[in-house]
């Protein structure tokens, strides 16, 4: 009697929405309690994100009764990888454009300070960059979350999957059926 396969991007897709929540907490705590947005702390991010994905693909591996290919775990991971990218990305735009649109002024200001600090450029120019940081720091925001999650997603992935692989021994009791 043959089970029915796990289906991976069920798993992978509720480990990633459990990693969007871990990430709105995250920024909020971070936006409140840490003063300096360019501090080192913010990638502590990646702590729950590399634990979901090997959740991800441990759930996956007891769903299928223990075993797991590589590519199977690797499909998982990566599935939830992508789609955490895709859920953060919503996330990040809808929090900079919308929930907390100072965070943007904030980036938009430091990068003028840091562009009159290193000189050569006028102040046209600096206001132009300015604005264009103002107006489309949600969308490469977005972006960027999405490829940086794919990004660590596919070599944390590789990683999960090759530590849980456990692959189900050939079962020679079992009557195979004849070649013609």
């Known amino acids: 009697m043959t089970t029915a396969k796990p289906n991976p991007t069920k798993v992978a897709t509720k480990w990633a929405m459990i990693n969007l929540l871990a990430g709105i907490v995250l920024t909020y705590v971070f936006q409140y309690l840490v003063p300096d947005s360019n501090s080192p702390i913010r990638y502590l991010t990646l702590i729950p994100f590399i634990a979901f994905l090997f959740l991800t693909q441990k759930e996956f591996k007891e769903q299928n009764e223990g075993y797991l290919t590589f590519g199977e775990g690797f499909s998982a991971g990566f599935r939830f990888a992508i789609?955490?990218?895709?859920?953060?990305?919503?996330?990040?735009?809808?929090?900079?454009?919308?929930?907390?649109?100072?965070?943007?002024?904030?980036?938009?200001?430091?990068?003028?300070?840091?562009?009159?600090?290193?000189?050569?450029?006028?102040?046209?120019?600096?206001?132009?960059?300015?604005?264009?940081?103002?107006?489309?720091?949600?969308?490469?925001?977005?972006?960027?979350a999405a490829i940086f999650d794919a990004v660590i997603g596919l070599v944390v992935a590789l990683v999960g999957a090759s530590i849980l692989k456990n692959i189900k021994p050939v079962d020679l009791s079992e009557p195979s059926e004849p070649t013609v």
């Open 83 to 144: 789609f955490a990218g895709l859920l953060s990305a919503v996330f990040i735009y809808i929090y900079l454009a919308i929930l907390s649109p100072d965070v943007m002024v904030k980036a938009a200001e430091q990068a003028r300070a840091q562009l009159e600090a290193k000189g050569g450029m006028s102040s046209d120019q600096i206001d132009n960059a300015v604005s264009m940081t103002k107006k489309l720091g949600p969308v490469f925001g977005a972006f960027g």
